[in-house]
Every structure is written in C-alpha cells, then in structure tokens.
C-alpha cells in the first residue's frame, strides 16, 4: 500500500483542510508559553504566525525562540483555537538556532520600544507580526496598482538613477562622481517617461526617488519609493485624475479582498472610494469619487475656516502652497463636508509647479496640475505637461534656463510629442496614511533620512 504523503501547510487557513492528517510546516520559533503540563509553541511562517502543543518536556526544552525549525505534527479539531484547529507536535528538527537573546523584544502583541529602536534593529523588529504585516499591505498596495496598469494597458519601463540633471530643479539633488563627470541621482523619472509616453504612449514605473532635502519631520524622507504612470493623447489633465481614482480603487479593492488577515491585525479601515455613478458633494472630478477644489478656492476656504483678514489672506496666497497644517484643516473640513477621505487641489500657481507643467491658456498664472491629498498629507503630484518645442523653450528662456543644457530632454518635443500628462504618487507616503501612522518612517523598510544611512 502506498504511503500517504505528508501535507507541507505555511498559513493558517490551510488547517481545516488537514485534520485528522500529519503536516509538517518550516519557520521560526515566534514564542514559547510554558503551561501545566504542556507547552504552547508558536511558529512564525511567512504569512502567518501558528500556535501548536507539545506535552513533551524534554523536546521543548531543546528550543529557542528564534530558531529555525521544521515541524512534523499532527492536525486536531480543536473549537477553541482560532482556526479551529490545533497541531500537535510529533517531531522537530531545528535547522539553525540564534547565537543570542534579541536586544528588543519582538513577540509581544504590542511593541513596547521606541521607533528609533524599531529602525536601528529593523532586521529583526520586521519580524514581529504586526510590524511585518505593515509590509505585506504595501505589497497589496503595489499589487492592486499593478493590477490597474495591466488593464489599462500601460508599459512598465525602468528608468536611469543616475542621471544628468535635476528634473525638479533647485538644489535638492544628490551629486555623484560619474567617472569624473558630475552627475545625480534622479528626482523622479519624469524626462524619461515623458520621452517614454511618446513611445509606448502609457508608461508606469515603480522605483526609488532621491530628494536631497535637509528636512527632519515626520513626512519626509530621503528615499523613498515613486509610483509613477504617464500617458500621451489626453485631452485634459483631468483624465489623470479620473485614473488615478481608478487606481487607488483598484488597490483597494486589493487590499479588501486579499489582505483581511493584516488589515484585521492593524485595525485599518480603508477609506471609501464610491462608484463612478455616485453623486459627490462639491465639484466632481470624473468618475465622481474625489472632490476637486482649486488651489484659490481652497486658500479661500482656509481663510473662512480661520476667520483670515484680507491681509493675512493675501500672505496665505502668496506662499504659492500650503502648509502642513493647512493640508490637515484642509481635509477637516472636506471630510465634515462631503464624507470623503480624499481631495484634488487643482491649478497650483505657476512659480510653484516646474518648468515642463503646462500653463492653462485661460489663466496664464495657473497651471494645469494637481495634487492628491488624504488624511490631511499630500501623497499625488500631476498634470499636464508642456508638448510643443517652442512652448517649452520659451519658458525655460523665462526662468533663466539655458535651453542648450536640456537638449537630449528636448529632442523628443523637436521631433513630435503628443498631449500627454502623468502623476508620481509616494508610496510610504500613502501607505503611511492608510495605516494612520504619525511618522513616515514607519512604513519604509529601511528608511534614509538625514540621520540614517544603516541598517
């Protein structure tokens, strides 16, 4: 008679299938609970973190949390276990074992350090369940976009790092010796996926950014990772906006469908995107999910919410942006209104927006741009971009560019370039957000500020 072969199980919703059978499953040992005569053992797996029982003492004994370990065991029904199931250890084969206790604490419901320890010892805080499954939605972030890229039939490109120019101007760049030529690294891939939208017409790409800003706040870091798509043919840079409802939908969706067990673990409640039918509250972009405001028009409601005189008013406007606690006001207030999480400022002043965003035609000091702000943080920049050679140049000329240092960037507008418009959304940004964390720190994997260059 041939043997039944032993179930290899990772997660914990495989368990029902197998009772009654001999698993095995690989992983660490997460925690070990002595108890009156039994022990607990949990085991951290990729996904999950999975509680079995021994009764053998001195098997147990043997083990150490955070050793590595295969497990054979037995699946038994068991009402009071989370998954109704419970797996009795047959046997263990440890297959490595730490040379040290860990200097923090890790498998605790709660990590009680601060998040300076959590980052300074971050390939072992990542192992704990909840800092971990912070990662795991970021995953199903990416994957919801990716998701939405393929079916809107974009191109996924990879772009240089290293690069010749800042595309964001201003000094906020890192300089690198290229082999004795200076060069930097790259601000955003925006040239290229301008170049690129002119090839393939709809580009995305997911890839780090570098912003050599000397800042020390909670939203900001040195490194982080872009989610950017550009698409040629548009008629307005409203289309944008409408995709990228869609996108963040899709991911949503993702997230809602795929990642119930880490949500649960964070107690995340996902914003609300509705349907393009559904009504919205204050002017709707297309697809009708997002309020749009312009950038005077937001100014404006600020100015009412704070009770602002004309002179301070005009102090407001002139800083061509806003605040971080007026971005924070500013969702306030959309939300007490209209419900939504999310709002699209719309036609930022022209000193504030690069030299390649499009002027609007009908107000020459207004752009055709947009930003994305939710939960009181701005997490999309985009718009339209400047297409025609002559245009373009004529606006360097304005802003004292040499026009002549560009020229590999402006081939492609002397050559034909459709309309085309794109966005850059910051993911641990967005991420951040989403889990309602304070400090953006907390949803990059290793972040790099101006303090921190390891681990």
């Known amino acids: 008679m041939k043997e039944k072969k032993i179930q290899d199980i990772s997660e914990i919703s495989e368990l029902a299938e197998h009772i009654g059978e001999t698993v095995t499953l690989h992983g660490s040992i997460y925690k070990i609970r002595k108890m009156k005569g039994f022990y607990f053992c949990r085991v951290r797996t990729p996904r999950d973190v999975i509680q079995c029982v021994c009764d053998r003492q001195e098997l147990m004994e043997k083990l150490r949390e955070e ?46 350090t601060s998040l300076e320890n959590k980052l300074n010892f971050r390939p ?8 971990r499954a912070i990662f795991r939605i970021q995953e199903g972030i990416l994957r919801g976009f990716r998701h939405f890229f393929e079916e809107e039939h974009f191109v996924e490109i990879h772009t240089p790092k290293i690069v010749y120019a800042g595309a964001e101007g201003g000094a906020n760049v890192f300089r690198v010796d290229y082999f004795g030529r200076e060069a930097y690294l790259a601000q955003s891939p925006q040239f290229y996926k301008q170049m690129m939208a002119g090839v393939f017409e709809r580009v995305y790409e997911v890839g780090p950014v570098f912003r050599a800003e000397k800042h020390d706040t909670a939203r900001h870091i040195n490194e982080y990772t872009g989610v950017d798509f550009e698409m040629g043919y548009i008629e307005s840079f409203r289309e944008l906006m409408a995709l990228e409802v869609k996108m963040l939908r899709c991911a949503l969706n993702m997230l809602s469908r795929e990642y119930a067990h880490e949500l649960e673990l964070l107690q995340v409640t996902l914003p609300e995107l509705p349907e393009e039918n559904e009504p919205n509250a204050v002017s709707a972009v297309p697809g009708g999910a997002i ?6 028009e937001a100014k404006e409601l600020l100015a009412e919410e704070l009770g602002l005189g004309e002179a301070a008013r005009e102090q407001a406007y002139a800083r061509h942006d806003f605040e971080p606690e007026e971005e924070k006001m500013l969702s306030e207030i959309i939300w007490r209104r209209t419900g939504s999480e999310f709002v699209f400022i719309t036609h930022y002043p022209a000193a504030k927006r690069p030299f390649y965003v499009m ?15 939710f939960r009181g943080l701005e997490i999309t920049t985009g718009g339209q971009r400047i297409h025609d050679y002559n245009m373009q140049v004529e606006k ?13 960037y402006l081939m492609m ?3 034909g370039m459709p309309p085309h418009g794109g966005l850059g959304l910051g993911l641990e940004r967005f991420t951040a957000r989403l889990l309602n964390f304070d400090n953006i720190r907390q949803a990059a994997l290793f972040p790099r500020d101006i303090h921190r260059l390891t681990p």
């Open 359 to 373: 002027e609007d035609p009908e107000s020459p000091e207004e752009t055709l741009s947009f930003d994305l702000i």
């Open 413 to 415: 507008h002397k050559h």
């Open 124 to 131: 072992l805080t990542l192992r704990n369940e909840k800092e």
């Open 396 to 408: 360097m000329c304005r802003r004292g560019m040499n026009p002549e240092a560009f020229e590999s």
């Open 291 to 296: 309020p749009e405001l312009k950038f005077t």
């Open 67 to 112: 050793a590595c370990v295969r497990i054979t065991a037995e699946a038994v029904k068991e009402e009071r276990a989370k998954a109704g199931v419970e797996l009795y250890i047959l046997s263990v084969v440890i297959l490595s074992e730490p040379l040290e206790n860990m200097p923090v604490v890790i498998n605790q419901k709660e990590m009680s």
